[in-house]
């Protein structure tokens, strides 16, 4: 078909922007993406994040699946005669509400009635699995079914809103999960990789604190002042010191607060000084296992112990000093990296420099190492 | 996907006699935690125990 004896009947087409001779239907090529993109443009861009997102979730499902797996396997070793698996789908649905906010007075001693009564429901629901198993193993299976409840609800929210950009055909619901997706991910690939070290029993970066106490504390009498949480007596330079930290190997991060709370009030110990060790998150750039020095409690999770301990301290005018170690959300939650491991030296030289500047001769200084002591004895 | 996600981390025990200080690396096995005694030292017989356990990284 000779395309060139149309243009006399379509004469708005030129014959070419400087050529002769290029034919007229070789605009179409720029006219109608513009009239495409004019009409159907967000309809396209909404496809292709869509796309995007539904690729993710289908990834974040994956990782649950596995997640899943790997607790009802790891179930199945402990107790080989039952089937686990409605427990454990059971447990991953299992919520906590959290108290009334708009009246703040009285919160934190609500939240701590919660969280106990979670953890020790959590426990006991963990036992009924196999009554006889040991601490190690009941901890190493509350940590599982932890991360694996997270990983669920990570899915669930990021699917809900899927669904509900893809139902509504908003674009707000989609484009920020888009946005907050990588962080999600990478949250999720940490919480998949803890499961293997929770399942083998290794330390985590979190542990840190409780690494460098724990060692401090060889060779000590210790005695349980809370519960899962362990205090020791030890001398230092005309200083008494007294370590604490939570009852290794087994999975836990016991209830500093609680003890300290003990310790001061019931016991009547006159602490001069705390100084606390914690895993913190580094910022981008910054080095996995440097140290860093500062003053406040420093302890993650809810906030309980936080303001359990800040408040002994203020009310008996305690200092309270912190020693962080850096390290990603990944590194914490994961099998110890050596940069982590290594940090120890470093961080114990840290800590008796803080007590002769800070403290002196005739002094009681408590040390506490926080976080979770997986995989770390005393 | 980070960097360290396409990495395979391998495990290592580090243990430390108490009599002579060698210290000595192997592979991780399963039972093992930080402060436990550990084997024998190969140089004087003496107990170990066990001073770190870590993880690095190698690229596959």
Request: net charge neutral; hydrophobic share 40%.
């Amino acid at each position: 078909m000779d395309l060139t004896a149309i243009q006399l009947q379509f004469p708005f087409f030129p014959t070419g922007g400087g050529g002769e001779g290029i034919p007229w239907w070789t605009y179409l090529i720029w006219i109608l993406p513009i009239f495409f993109f004019m009409f159907y443009g967000q309809k396209f861009q909404m496809w292709m994040v869509l796309n995007d997102v539904s690729k993710s979730v289908n990834k974040l499902k994956g990782m649950r699946e596995k997640a899943r797996t790997e607790a009802i396997e790891y179930a199945k070793t402990i107790n080989p005669n039952t089937d686990p698996t409605e427990k454990v789908d059971h447990f991953l649905e299992y919520f906590t509400i959290m108290p009334v906010d708009i009246d703040p007075s009285g919160i934190m001693k609500k939240l701590q009635h919660l969280v106990r009564v979670r953890d020790d429901r959590v426990k006991a629901e963990v036992r009924a699995m196999a009554p006889s198993m040991d601490n190690l193993t009941a901890s190493k299976m509350e940590n599982i079914l932890e991360a694996t409840t997270i990983l669920h609800l990570i899915y669930k929210v990021v699917r809900h809103f899927y669904l509900m950009g893809k139902k509504t055909t908003s674009m707000f619901f989609i484009v920020q999960l888009q946005m907050i997706m990588p962080i999600l991910l990478q949250e999720a690939e940490a919480l998949n990789k803890a499961i293997g070290t929770f399942k083998a029993g290794q330390p985590i970066g979190d542990g840190i604190g409780a690494m460098i106490v724990g060692k401090m504390m060889l060779k000590k009498d210790k005695k349980t002042i809370a519960k899962e949480t362990l205090v020791s007596e030890d001398q230092y330079n005309g200083r008494k010191i007294y370590l604490m930290k939570a009852e290794g190997p087994a999975g836990s991060v016991g209830e500093p607060g609680t003890a300290v709370e003990k310790m001061i009030n019931e016991m009547g110990v006159k602490i001069n000084s705390i100084i606390m060790i914690d895993a913190a998150l580094k910022l981008e750039g910054e080095k996995t296992g440097e140290l860093a020095e500062g003053v406040g409690a420093a302890i993650g999770g809810i906030g309980v112990d936080r303001f359990q301990i800040e408040e002994v301290a203020t009310r008996h005018g305690i200092p309270v000093y912190a020693i962080i170690i850096k390290q990603s959300i990944i590194d914490a939650i994961t099998v110890m990296k050596k940069e982590i491991a290594e940090s120890i030296e470093k961080v114990s030289k840290s800590v008796f420099n803080v007590i002769e500047e800070k403290t002196k001769e005739g002094d009681n200084v408590l040390i506490i190492g926080v976080g979770n002591t997986l995989g770390v004895g005393q | 996907m980070s960097e360290e996600s396409k990495e395979k981390p391998m495990v290592y025990t580090i243990e430390e006699c108490q009599q002579c200080g060698l210290k000595t690396k192997r592979t991780f096995k399963l039972g093992d935690f930080v402060y436990k005694i550990g084997e024998f030292c190969s140089k004087c017989k003496g107990s170990t125990l066990i001073m770190m356990i870590y993880a690095e990284y190698l690229k596959t």
